[in-house]
Every structure is written in structure tokens, then in C-alpha cells.
């Protein structure tokens, strides 16, 4: 608990320090720091000897003026084609409150989630989306959801859909007890 509230304040006083004003002018990429309906703040970007941007960190503010900071979005992109392929968001100051976590493999492969937190950080529910295919070409998507108790480590239900080239083939439901056993699965 202590660790946390150190790094807490930690990224408080970083914050208050740089200020959600002062943004750094980028001649590569532009728009990466776009997130929901947030105003972004380039406070800072990572360039390779080659000067390829690596990283990019944003604050993602609730107002134009770039005063209000609500969280941070950090990209990264690929050192060798400067491609976007990974980025991180995270929401909430004090208490973390949502982060959303996305990448890209060099083949275009694509893994989405996103966390929700309670005001006590605790874990309540994740959401994924991801996107594959195999060596003949075949697509595929798994979508899902997590409920957690109220502890955030055991999982209450678990929702999967599985779709092939566009089709959905498969749902899975599962729930738990509070002990993180399975008390029923529905495969339809």
C-alpha cells in the first residue's frame, strides 16, 4: 500500500511539475495522443539515431486550455518504419480509475484491453478484442469480458466470443465461486 501511494505522488508531482500547457512540437506524428473526447498535451517523444520517433507521452487533459490532467497516453512505434504498434492510456490521477493497452505485431496482428478499476483500485472488470490469423490466411477474433469479486483477483464471469473469417462460431460462459471455481459453463 505504501509503494502505491509513493508512486501515486510520485506521478502527481511529475505532473504538477510539467504542467499540461507546455507541449513539444513533433514533425512525424501528430495525432497519437487522441483518446475519447480527452485534449492532448505532447509532453515529450523518443527518437532513434536515425531520428525515427520510438515514443511519444501525452497528457490527456479534460479541458482546451490543457489544465485539467486526467491521465497519460505512451506510444510507441517501430524504430525501423516508425509505425505505431503499442500504446498504453491510463485514466485517473490520484486512484487509477481505467488503462487500455493496445498492439500491433510486425505481421498486424492486433491485442486490445481494457482494465476498470474501483475507487480503491481495485480490479472490477477487463474487456479484449483480438485479431489473428494463421499461416493459410484463416481470421480469427476473440472478444471478451471479465467480471471480478469484489476482492479483483477472482474472476466472477467470464464471457468469450469466438469469430473465424468473420463469423461468430463459438460463445463460452463460464461463472465462478468466490474460491475461483467454475460453477457452470454454457459452450453454445
Not at 474487456?127 to 484463416?138: L, P, R
Request: with cysteine; glycine share 10%.
Amino acid at each position: 500500500m505504501a509503494k502505491k501511494f509513493i508512486a501515486a505522488a510520485l506521478m502527481i508531482t511529475a505532473l504538477l511539475l510539467a504542467g499540461c500547457g507546455e507541449t513539444v512540437a513533433s514533425t512525424q506524428v501528430l495525432d497519437y495522443g487522441d483518446f475519447e473526447d480527452y485534449y492532448s498535451s505532447l509532453q515529450y517523444e523518443v527518437r532513434n539515431d536515425d531520428g525515427v520517433v520510438t515514443e511519444q507521452m501525452y497528457f490527456l487533459c479534460t479541458d482546451p486550455e490543457l489544465t485539467g490532467i486526467a491521465g497519460k497516453k505512451s506510444v510507441y512505434f517501430n524504430g525501423e518504419t516508425g509505425e505505431m504498434n503499442r500504446y498504453t492510456v491510463t485514466i485517473g490521477i490520484l486512484a487509477v480509475e481505467r488503462v487500455y493497452s493496445y498492439t500491433k505485431d510486425d505481421l498486424g496482428q492486433t491485442y486490445y484491453t481494457e482494465m476498470f478499476y474501483d475507487s480503491g483500485q481495485v480490479l472490477k472488470r477487463g474487456t479484449w478484442d483480438n485479431n489473428y490469423f494463421d499461416t493459410e490466411g484463416k481470421t480469427y477474433r476473440d472478444t471478451g469480458e471479465e467480471v471480478y469479486y469484489t476482492d479483483g483477483k477472482t474472476v466472477k464471469t467470464f464471457h468469450l466470443e469466438h469469430y473465424e473469417d468473420g463469423k461468430l462460431v463459438e460463445t463460452t460462459d463460464r461463472t465462478f465461486d468466490p474460491h475461483g471455481e467454475m460453477t457452470s459453463e454454457t459452450v453454445k
